[in-house]
């Protein structure tokens, strides 16, 4: 008896051996099936072991009473019951694989544990099929927009040909002058040289030929301060005319139609502004400007950053 139960120790220490590996080795969704495998190896070893011990102590005890010891209905029991042999460890092993667990003895064990096994078919990946969606749509749309442009008329090249045939028309040749914000303060410097009309009465004086958009900032500026009821009606709300002033001779902000009317005025001028839209050429200060014409040119859509004054001359 007491090698049997010696047996019985081992084997359970075993069992619970691969038990204990077989749950660190379960993932969320094997857990349940494994928990139950191991409930179910030990009830069957525990139940296996109690009829060895009942056929041990049958043999060594003949004439105990079959109703004390024995289940009738048991077709392992008979007349001359035989006591099992003890499983082996080959046994055990055999048994284990049959329930689905692994030989402790087995060096592979946690490896093929460790492992998840392959899906049989592939997931599809939803993100990523949300990805190639929108991709779609946005080269959809890139394209719908690439042939809405270029249905549409290029209104840059039929401003530049009506700009041109102005100039034809007037006599007038082109000067470039730099979009930098000072555009119409120089084109105006250059209309002036090209009158003839110094820029300052300090030029004029010592005969120094002196030519700028700083100069003509500075004229601006002075006309506009001199002149408070004409300019403020037209400044933007909130906005002073002394701050207003600041802006026009000490920054590169653009100019527009109240500053270059207070050059046609410091100057004497008429202005006169080739543009695409409209009559084709306006006229400003005509009233007053005895001394000269000073042409310029005024692009809405040839330059990138806007609009721009361009200096002109007569051929």
């Not at 660190?24 to 094997?30: I, L, P, V, W, Y």
């Not at 003949?62 to 035989?82: F, H, K, Q, V």
């Not at 004409?230 to 400044?235: A, E, I, Q, R, S």
């Not at 001028?269 to 543009?275: D, E, F, R």
Request: glycine share 8%.
């Amino acid at each position: 008896m007491e090698d049997l139960l010696t047996l019985h120790r081992k084997q359970l220490r075993d069992l619970q051996s691969v038990i204990t590996q077989k749950k660190k080795s379960a993932t969320k969704k094997t857990r349940r099936g494994v928990n139950d495998d191991c409930e179910r190896l030990e009830r069957e070893l525990k139940e296996k072991q109690a009829a060895e011990i009942a056929a041990l102590e049958k043999g060594s005890n003949p004439d105990a009473s079959t109703e004390d010891n024995e289940d009738p209905s048991d077709p392992a029991l008979g007349d001359n019951p035989e006591p099992e042999i003890p499983p082996t460890d080959e046994d055990l092993s055999s048994k284990l694989q049959e329930s689905n667990l692994e030989d402790p003895t087995d060096p592979t064990n946690h490896e093929r544990i460790s492992q998840p096994q392959p899906s049989s078919s592939k997931k599809p990946n939803r993100a990523k099929a949300r990805l190639a969606r929108r991709a779609a749509q946005i080269e959809e749309i890139t394209e719908q927009a690439k042939q809405e442009a270029a249905s549409q008329p290029n209104l840059r090249a039929i401003e530049a040909e009506r700009m041109k045939q102005l100039f034809d028309e007037n006599g007038l040749v082109e000067i470039q002058i730099a979009p930098d914000g000072h555009c119409l303060y120089s084109a105006f410097a250059v209309g002036l040289e090209g009158a003839g009309i110094p820029l300052s009465e300090e030029q004029s004086s010592d005969g120094t030929k002196q030519r700028g958009y700083t100069f003509t900032r500075k004229a601006a500026g002075e006309y506009i301060s001199l002149h408070p009821d004409d300019f403020v009606p037209f400044l933007e709300e909130g906005e002073t005319l002394d701050g207003h002033v600041k802006k026009v001779v000490g920054t590169a902000e653009w100019g527009g139609q109240m500053e270059l009317l207070a050059l046609a005025k410091q100057y004497g001028v008429t202005v006169k502004v080739v543009q695409a839209q409209g009559v084709g050429v306006t006229a400003m200060n005509e009233e007053d400007g005895e001394n000269a014409d000073v042409w310029l040119a005024y692009h809405r859509k040839g330059y990138g950053l806007g609009e721009h004054y361009n200096a002109l001359r007569k051929k």
